[in-house]
């Protein structure tokens, strides 16, 4: 089995060995560390978290748009470590995951990936 080590920078930088196979979630919640969620299967967004460094699979993630994705927010109830990750964690993690879309409204590359593609035009 592998395991990475997960370091929380927002909590007291606390570290976390946890198995490369499991979504950081289930890893973190089992040891105890209080995170929110809601459908866990990475469509709410509730359990978004910043990747400040190292990487993830979060393949199976369909909450974040490229925007998103390019501040460095995972989805931790999908996203499985590929490497030693540093995160922070909960709400103070969100300062940049919301965005008031009328006031400034998203440019078509940062939208999500599968809509951000023009289509072809109807004849
Ligand atoms: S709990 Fe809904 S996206 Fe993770």
Redesign the pocket.
């Known amino acids: 089995m592998t395991t990475y080590r997960i370091t929380l920078a927002n909590q007291n930088d606390e570290t976390y060995e946890v198995d490369h196979r499991r979504p950081l979630?289930e890893s973190l919640r089992e040891r105890g560390v209080d995170l929110p969620?809601?459908?866990?299967?990475?469509?709410?967004?509730?359990?978004a978290a910043k990747l400040i460094e190292g990487t993830v699979n979060q393949q199976a993630?369909v909450?974040l748009n490229n925007r998103q994705l390019a501040n460095g927010y995972i989805?931790?109830?999908?996203a499985r470590p590929t490497s030693d990750c540093t995160l922070e964690i909960g709400v103070e993690s969100h300062d940049t995951l919301y965005r008031n879309p009328f006031l400034d409204p998203l440019a078509p590359h940062e939208l999500k990936a599968d809509i951000a593609t023009p289509k072809e035009e109807a004849p």
Do not use: D, E, P
């Open positions: 979630l969620y809601g459908c866990k299967y990475g469509g709410c967004i509730t359990c993630q909450a989805i931790l109830c999908v």
